[in-house]
Structure formats: structure tokens, C-alpha cells
């Protein structure tokens, strides 16, 4: 009864619009966990591919071989400037930093293939290869994989640190192998980015686990995600499968943000989720 008591304790002053939009988050976490939202499944491939739109002229996509070959060769170039010419940019870089900051991001590089992360100022961690993405390594925590909205992370005895196990989660060290690709061709880097992805999707299914309990990681990964399907569009290791299945979690990931946004919780910090 006190927690209960305690909860409702909270709801004082707040407004008549943040009660309707907490109310609906509720509810929505109350679906995804008893099986009955679609917002917790992928959507299957013909879902999917009824909502691309196809260009005027242009047959509409239905296979995931299509929909990457679409990515290929799309013209005009939809992403930041610098991919539109990668040789350009290559050389821009080399310019204004220099052989010696080429050098020590291709060492990041080479670290992270071994499994070797250096994270929120800790050195050297390991997460096992391919990740343990539920693994907080310093105090040797497992967070576990239940719906997201059954844990609680702030516990220590829970998740550990959990911002450990999200900073590796967000993925932005795929910029990295990106770069470094970018700079050497060299495919170690493509590959290590593919076996994480597809890792990373089979050990997080939708909704089930820390990684998708806040929505600011939640965005972060997306971004991540973005920036290395750009680095990486043109490697073999980018396979049809691999990006068709990468593009369904991801809208999984933009609707999981439309729907859980952090409009009220840390409202100012977090403003990409």
C-alpha cells in the first residue's frame, strides 16, 4: 500500500496533459508486454515492403535484394554531403588532420575488432567477441531479458552501472570502424560491424531487454545505425538479409520513440528521445 501510496504521490500538480501522455506510455508498455502490440514484433517482409514508397516511374521494391540495391544506387544522394564523394572527403581529411590522426583512429579501429572498448573514460573493457549486450563488465552484471519495462535499472544489484552497458549499446564506435574502413578498404572492419549488428539483433528481441529501456539510447543506436549503413553500403558484407533486417529494427526503433518520447522525463536532457 505504501508503494502504491508513494506512486500516486507523484502524480501531484502534474498536468492534465502529461497524466494523458504518461497514461497512454503505460498502457502501451502494458500491451507490448502481454503479447498483443504489434509495436513488439518486427513487421514480416511483406508488411515491410507495402510501406516503402516507390518512386514515380520505378517498380515498387519486394525483396530484400531490391530494397539494397535501391540504397545502392539511389540517385539524388540523401545523406550528408561528405558520402556524396567519399574520395573528396578522404582527401579533405588527410589535409586538415593529418597522417597522424588517420593512424591512431585505424589503432581505435583495430581494438575494437579484438573486442577492446574504451568507454566513459574506463580502459581496455571487454564484453566478450561478439558483445554480451547485456553485460555490465566492471561489476560483472547481467541485466535480464525480460520486457524493458520490468527492469529496474537504477538498481545496482539489477544492471550495475547501466550506463556502461548503454554506452556500448549506443553503437557509436561503428562510426569509428566506418572511418577507418573509409580510409584502409580494409573488410575487417565491415565484417566487424555485420557480426555485431546481426548479433546485436538476435540477442536484443523487440522490447526484451535493458537496451530498450530508455528512449534516448534507444535514438542514440538509430543514429549510430544510420551513419554506418552509409559507411558501409558498398561492402559485401552488407548483405540483402542483414540491411533488410536492420531497416525493420530501426523502424521498430522509430516507432518504440513515437511512442515512449521523453517529453516529461528529463525533458531537457533528453531531447533526441
Known sequence: MSTVLKKLGKLRG?????????????????????????????????EFFKMLETPRGEHAI?????LLDHFRTRTPHRFFAAFADPQETRAELRRRFGASSRD?????????????????????????????????????????LVHWSRINYL??????????????????????????????????????????????????PPKLGINWASSLEVSFRAISWL???????????????????????LYLHATHLETYLSIYFSPNTHLTG
Not at 107 to 125: K, N, P, Q, V, Y
Not at 155 to 167: F, H, N, P, S
Not at 231 to 247: G, N
Open 14 to 46: 502534474r498536468s492534465l496533459a502529461e497524466l494523458r501522455q504518461r497514461g497512454a506510455q503505460f498502457l502501451a508498455a502494458r500491451e507490448e508486454r502481454f503479447g498483443v502490440s504489434s509495436r513488439a514484433r518486427l513487421p514480416s517482409d511483406v
Open 62 to 66: 519486394t525483396s530484400a535484394e531490391a
Open 104 to 144: 591512431a583512429l585505424i589503432e581505435r579501429a583495430r581494438r575494437i575488432t579484438e573486442g577492446h572498448f574504451d568507454l566513459l573514460g574506463l580502459r581496455d573493457l571487454s564484453f566478450g567477441n561478439p558483445p554480451d549486450w547485456h553485460l555490465e563488465p566492471v561489476a560483472n552484471k547481467r541485466a535480464p
Open 155 to 204: 538498481d545496482a544489484e539489477v544492471a550495475g552501472d547501466k550506463k556502461i552497458t548503454w554506452e556500448l549499446n549506443r553503437h557509436q564506435y561503428f562510426a569509428t570502424l566506418g572511418r577507418a574502413y573509409w580510409h584502409t578498404g580494409d573488410e575487417r572492419y565491415a565484417e566487424t560491424f555485420a557480426a555485431h549488428l546481426e548479433s546485436w539483433m538476435k540477442e536484443n
Open 227 to 249: 551513419w554506418a549503413l552509409h559507411f558501409f553500403k558498398e561492402s559485401a558484407h552488407l548483405a540483402p538479409a542483414l540491411y533488410s533486417r536492420a531497416l525493420k529494427f
